[in-house]
């Protein structure tokens, strides 16, 4: 079945930018997706990249896509201390009724 | 526009008690799907319903977990006899039209964290 892959967690100082990494399996997926999700609160979407896209940049994020190794990355620019939550990486195959997440890096701030 | 509603937001169950969670899709949505988050862990597809139909369950745990979504009224995740295993945050969302593949037309709910003590 399809897997989606992140590393847990991720420290970083305040005005620098932040990477956050994520590996899929499923070479069908059609979309991918960067949520967000402070304590206690749902997932806010942050930004989605179609397949055939190799870069999507949005403000202060940027996705890049690697499609050939299944490699999708989030960075952020200027990271700020309200940008520690937990991000996750999603992907929507053929099926396209399903979100599979990875497990989440937890990005922390330190001012 | 509110966006989705998902109550309650917290809920105690003792083992072997019921619990329901409910979930109103946004206005014009008609197709609705549950996700689990176990802790420390990212969220799992359960079910897919658009009104009255279950149209993809493939995630729903066999027994004791069933969900609907009536002609009228919100879309309900029912738990039956709760195990402390199923102490989780439980996420709905709604989409205007079916799958994932307009992008951002996925909208999720805040969520029901539910203990089981």
């Known amino acids: 079945g399809e897997d989606v892959e992140q590393s847990l967690f991720l420290s970083v100082r305040e005005g620098d930018s932040s990477v956050i990494n994520c590996t899929y399996t499923?070479?069908?997926?059609?979309?991918l997706y960067w949520y967000k999700q402070e304590p206690g609160a749902g997932l806010q979407l942050l930004t989605y990249?179609?397949?055939?896209?190799d870069m999507k940049q949005d403000q202060r994020l940027t996705v890049l896509l690697n499609k050939k190794d299944k490699h999708l990355s989030l960075r952020i620019a200027d990271t700020q201390t309200g940008d520690s939550a937990i991000y996750f990486c999603?992907?929507?195959?053929?099926?396209?009724?399903?979100?599979?997440f990875g497990g989440g890096t937890r990005l922390m701030v330190k001012p | 526009n509110a966006g989705v509603m998902q109550n309650p937001r917290h809920l105690v169950r003792r083992r072997g008690q019921e619990a329901r969670l409910r979930c109103s899709p946004m206005?014009?949505?008609?197709?609705v799907y549950w996700y689990r988050q176990l802790p420390e862990e990212g969220l799992k597809f359960m079910v897919y319903l658009q009104k009255e139909n279950i149209i993809d369950e493939s995630g729903m745990p066999k027994e004791r977990f069933s969900a609907e979504f009536p002609k009228e009224g919100p879309s309900i995740l029912r738990i039956q006899q709760v195990v402390r295993g199923d102490s989780a945050a439980y996420f709905c969302a709604s989409s205007p039209i079916s799958g994932t593949g307009a992008g951002n037309t996925i909208y999720f709910g805040e969520g029901s964290w539910l203990t089981v003590v």
């Open positions: 999603a992907e929507s195959g053929n099926a396209g009724n399903m979100l599979t």
């Open positions: 206005k014009g949505h008609s197709h």
């Open positions: 990249i179609f397949s055939n896209m």
């Open positions: 499923d070479s069908s997926s059609t979309y």
